[in-house]
Nanobody, 127 residues
Framework: VQLQASGGGLVQPGSSLRLSCAAS????????IGWFRQVPGKEREGVSI????????YYSDSAKGRFAISRDYARNMVYLQMNTLKPEDTAVYSC?????????????????????WGRGTLVTVSS
């Protein structure tokens, strides 16, 4: 199982970025996949998760309304579109598989079993 994040960079507050997660070595449509971020000295935070079939999603409170997760089954890719970026979004963003999710309609309400971490990509939001 391999996951590789890319697309990070240095951007100004209010800008947008699209992160990409390339997946290989497993049956892509069998796994929920999530984006997580970490700032040195702080706990890793779950940002957004998309279910295996793409019908349910999770967004952290800080991501709601600004970020959008999607997946492309033809390319085995998961994307995180990040808009209206803020300095507090600065972090290393990584993608990973999520073994178990609980849903309520189109919303993921609980998740566990985050594994198969890929190398992250640094997002820096600064003027």
């Amino acid at each position: 199982v391999q996951l590789q994040a890319s697309g990070g960079g240095l951007v100004q507050p209010g800008s947008s970025l699209r992160l990409s997660c390339a997946a290989s070595g497993f049956v892509f449509r069998d796994y929920a996949i999530g984006w997580f971020r970490q700032v040195p000295g702080k706990e890793r935070e779950g940002v957004s998760i998309i279910s295996a079939l793409g019908t349910s999603t999770y967004y952290s409170d800080s991501a709601k309304g600004r970020f959008a997760i999607s997946r492309d089954y033809a390319r085995n890719m998961v994307y995180l579109q990040m808009n209206t970026l803020k300095p507090e979004d600065t972090a290393v963003y990584s993608c990973a598989t999520v073994r178990s999710i609980t849903t309520s309609g189109d919303t993921i309400t609980y998740y566990t079993g985050v594994e198969n971490w890929g190398r992250g990509t640094l997002v820096t939001v600064s003027s």
